[in-house]
């Protein structure tokens, strides 16, 4: 983590007043938003904390589902932390004077948030690489992550969907002398969120992983054509850009005349832009392995389509960086999923693929697209806070698998037991009979907890998922 001195601070931006500090003081962390459900602000007393709100331009635009405001708690967040220094607009002054609280004045507190976050970008060597896509961001930018360490000093940058203020916090804590390159996911909500974020990073390597059907009907994206032109501004000041070949909308961006083009229409310029489509049929599956472009061989944690194009992404990106195969091998061997949403554990007396990731029918396709031979899909739990769960989009995916089975008090299934290849179930017992790969899909379980544990999963069944139906049903 970055440290700095109120002097070094009052060098980069405009302070107004200080109250109740020395210019001495040492700040380890600052606190902007809460970063990764982790709170940094609570392992140091030398925190400086922004009393926030929500511009209102990332209002409008959809960053927050309700809009950031803590000025209203000002006085319960210095009870809670009264050894912090806050930073707080003049307006606000008035709750604060009389007291012996430390803070700093400014006429305008996101003006100093952006001459911190420049000041920091400005100071590093570091350069970015990025990956959007509907499905499978952070699992491969957390691989990439882990073969590019073998070689490079790396910060991750992580938010499930990260914003102007979550990026600019993380920069401005974490992007220190030593890092060399940061690597993130780029989500698309809004339409123009991509670019926001482009524009705020400028990546020079990127990835598109594919385009599919999640938030049509948001903001102007009505077809999944929209999806992908707004997407493709991930790449508009990127040298390099890797896309798979077979997905049939990025398929058709073209560059001409150093313009890209999707559909006739030019997105931007950009003079150093290279496109590379990959194909994942330069991935060879044997024995639960992998033969990446005959030149390493890993056995990975899913062996899916999509993790093909996830292990060839980031092969592609460390052989642009220079980084040996053996290098890329230690890396993706030693690669464990971020967050842990899905991964291979013994449960129920059984070594299963549990997946507690939300579910909607792009994500439960990539996980049908696999390359097991016997393969079962156990559906615990079904969550569909991203979009409405539509059976109809959910059938063509169980035809993937030997057997669904699905359990009787599950939410947004009515009615499967009539498809041919549906059981309907009420305990585990009949696990103890399948001999072949089980995926085990339980949404939203790392929601909750870090990792997966058999006891926690019983918590979760016994006591959190109950009390979700109740609030459901009311």
């Not at 000002?74 to 008035?94: A, M, Q, S």
């Not at 508009?236 to 909308?249: E, V, W």
């Amino acid at each position: 983590m970055n440290k700095i001195t109120l002097k070094e601070i009052e060098k980069i931006t405009k302070i107004d007043k200080k109250v109740n500090i020395q210019n001495e003081q040492i700040f380890e962390y600052i606190r902007i938003v809460s970063l990764n459900n982790i709170k940094y602000e609570e392992i140091t007393k030398n925190t400086l904390y922004f009393i926030i709100y929500s511009e209102k331009k990332e209002n409008n635009d959809g960053w927050y589902v309700n809009p950031i405001d803590t000025r209203p708690y000002i006085k319960d967040i210095i009870n809670k932390y009264p050894d912090f220094t806050f930073v707080i607009e003049t307006d606000l002054e008035k709750e604060l004077m009389n007291t012996q609280t430390k803070y700093l004045v400014v006429k305008n507190i996101h003006h100093m948030i952006n001459d911190l976050f420049h000041y920091y970008q400005k100071k590093s060597h570091a350069k970015t690489i990025a990956v959007t896509g509907s499905v499978g961001k952070t699992t491969c930018v957390g691989l990439i992550e882990n073969v590019l360490k073998e070689k490079y000093n790396v910060l991750r940058i992580y938010s499930k969907r990260i914003t102007p203020l979550g990026l600019k916090a993380y920069i401005i804590n974490f992007l220190d002398d030593n890092i060399d390159y940061i690597v993130t996911e780029i989500s698309l909500f809004y339409h123009d969120h991509v670019k926001i974020l482009t524009d705020l990073l400028k990546p020079e390597i990127v990835a598109i992983l594919n385009i599919k059907s999640a938030h049509l009907g948001v903001d102007i994206l009505k077809t999944q054509n929209d999806i992908c032109f707004y997407k493709s501004f991930i790449m508009q000041y990127a040298k390099k850009a890797f896309l798979p070949s077979n997905d049939i909308y990025l398929s058709r961006l073209s560059l001409k005349n150093k313009q890209l083009i999707y559909n006739n229409k030019i997105l931007f310029t950009n003079n150093n832009l290279k496109l590379e489509f990959i194909n994942i049929d330069d991935v060879i599956v044997k024995n639960e392995e992998m033969n990446i472009n005959n030149e390493i061989i890993v056995k990975p944690f899913f062996l899916s389509n999509l993790s093909k194009l996830q292990f060839l992404i980031a092969y592609n990106i460390a052989k642009e960086l220079n980084i040996s195969n053996e290098l890329i091998k230690k890396g993706m061997d030693t690669y464990v999923p971020v967050e842990n949403r899905i991964q291979k554990k013994t449960a129920f007396n059984k070594e299963i693929i549990f997946d507690g990731d939300i579910t909607t029918p792009d994500r439960l396709k990539e996980i049908a697209y696999n390359n097991y031979e016997k393969k079962y899909l156990i559906i615990r739990k079904v969550g569909c806070s991203e979009e409405y769960m539509d059976q109809n989009k959910i059938k063509p995916v169980f035809n993937f698998f030997d057997k669904v089975y699905i359990f009787e008090d599950t939410d947004y299934f009515d009615n499967l037991d009539k498809e041919k290849n549906v059981v309907i179930v009420h305990n585990h017992d009949f696990m103890k009979d399948l001999t072949g790969t089980i995926i085990y899909h339980y949404s939203g379980y790392y929601r909750v907890w870090k990792e997966y544990d058999e006891k926690n999963l019983n918590i979760y069944d016994n006591i959190v998922y109950p009390v979700l139906k109740e609030k459901i049903k009311v």
